[in-house]
């Protein structure tokens, strides 16, 4: 069976594995839509789903399944002609470098904090409690939770500034 699955690989040579079925909708998508183009008709998605009777999310999705993979480092071109890699077009302002460095840096400098500064800054800034309340489940007057939520505070800066 290893055998076989390698030699399928080597054979088919896709670097994914499209099922037999959607393989077979996706030929019969790509030959509906010959058929309708040497109508003379305008192939859109709706008008072959509507000839195969199949709904249009399968025939997208069966198209997409046997499109070839395109690397992020494809360039492509804008109107001025330079080129440009598909990875500069795909951003993600949420999850890049810099955000996931930060992450990283926020974290280790958090784990240089004592226990209860780490619990005073995870109450106060990712549960959104005051310092009040804080004080209550800690223990500890409000002036103190502001005392050493201001001191962690200031080690964090110090620390991830320390790293950069």
Same mark, same amino acid.
Do not use: C
């Given at each position: 069976?290893?055998?076989?699955?390698?030699?399928?690989?080597?054979?088919?040579?896709?670097?994914?594995?499209?099922?037999?079925?959607?393989?077979?909708?996706?030929?019969?998508?790509?030959?509906?839509?010959?058929?309708?183009?040497?109508?003379?008709?305008?192939?859109?998605?709706?008008?072959?789903?509507?000839?195969?009777?199949?709904?249009?999310?399968?025939?997208?999705?069966?198209?997409?399944?046997?499109?070839?993979?395109?690397?992020?480092?494809?360039?492509?071109?804008n109107?001025?002609?330079?080129?440009?890699?598909?990875?500069?077009?795909? &951003?993600?302002? %949420?999850?890049?470098? +810099?955000?996931?460095? =930060?992450?990283?840096?926020?974290?280790?400098?958090? *784990? @240089? #904090?004592?226990?209860?500064?780490?619990?005073?800054?995870?109450?106060?800034? &990712?549960?959104? %409690?005051?310092?009040? +309340?804080?004080?209550? =489940?800690?223990?500890?007057?409000?002036?103190?939770? *502001? @005392? #050493?939520?201001?001191?962690?505070?200031?080690?964090?800066?110090?620390?991830?500034t320390?790293?950069?």
């Amino acid at each position: 069976m290893i055998l076989g699955e390698i030699k399928r690989y080597l054979r088919d040579g896709n670097s994914l594995r499209v099922s037999r079925g959607i393989r077979d909708t996706a030929y019969r998508v790509l030959k509906t839509r010959e058929q309708l183009e040497a109508e003379h008709k305008e192939a859109t998605i709706q008008k072959i789903a509507e000839a195969m009777q199949v709904r249009e999310k399968e025939v997208v999705y069966a198209l997409d399944a046997i499109s070839d993979p395109v690397s992020l480092f494809e360039p492509v071109y804008n109107k001025s002609g330079d080129a440009l890699l598909l990875m500069d077009q795909i &951003f993600d302002e %949420k999850n890049n470098d +810099e955000v996931w460095t =930060e992450h990283a840096a926020l974290a280790e400098a958090m *784990s @240089r #904090l004592g226990e209860r500064e780490q619990k005073i800054l995870f109450l106060r800034y &990712f549960e959104g %409690k005051t310092q009040t +309340e804080i004080s209550g =489940e800690v223990g500890i007057s409000q002036a103190q939770v *502001s @005392r #050493l939520e201001k001191n962690a505070i200031g080690a964090l800066r110090s620390s991830i500034t320390a790293d950069l």
